[in-house]
């Protein structure tokens, strides 16, 4: 059973940083696409990052584009999203995904077969 665990989340001041961390057990990391996505309340759910298996090719929202950096370290099976110039915006659930395909429709949710249970990040204006 695949586990994915986010972490690193909390609160900022507009204008801060975070860096969130999502664990994943198992031995097939490496051959898994990540994905961010967030919730804010009252809200559907939105994609917010991609990273590919080899990280490769690394995907955005418009909406954080410049200030959010997806990374991988498949030595350790931990994706990181590292959040710059927060705006109170970007207050929400943050959720990580994995799923064993490539990197067609990384922004579509039903694509992934693992979920989190998500991190919230607020940010005070």
């Known amino acids: 059973q695949v586990q994915v665990v986010e972490s690193g989340g909390g609160l900022v001041q507009a204008g801060g940083s975070l860096r969130l961390s999502c664990a994943v057990s198992?031995?097939?990391?490496?051959?898994?696409?990540m994905a961010w996505f967030r919730q804010a309340p009252g809200q559907e759910r939105d994609f917010v990052s991609a990273i590919a298996a080899d990280g490769g090719s690394t995907y955005y929202a418009d909406s954080v584009k410049g200030r959010f950096t997806i990374s991988r370290d498949n030595a350790k099976n931990t994706v990181y999203l590292q959040m710059n110039s927060l705006k109170p915006e970007d207050t929400a659930v943050y959720y990580c995904a994995a799923r064993v395909v490539g990197t067609f429709r990384v922004r579509t949710q039903s694509t992934y077969n693992y979920w989190g249970q998500g991190t919230q990040v607020t940010v005070s204006s």
């Open positions: 198992g031995r097939t990391f490496s051959s898994y696409t």
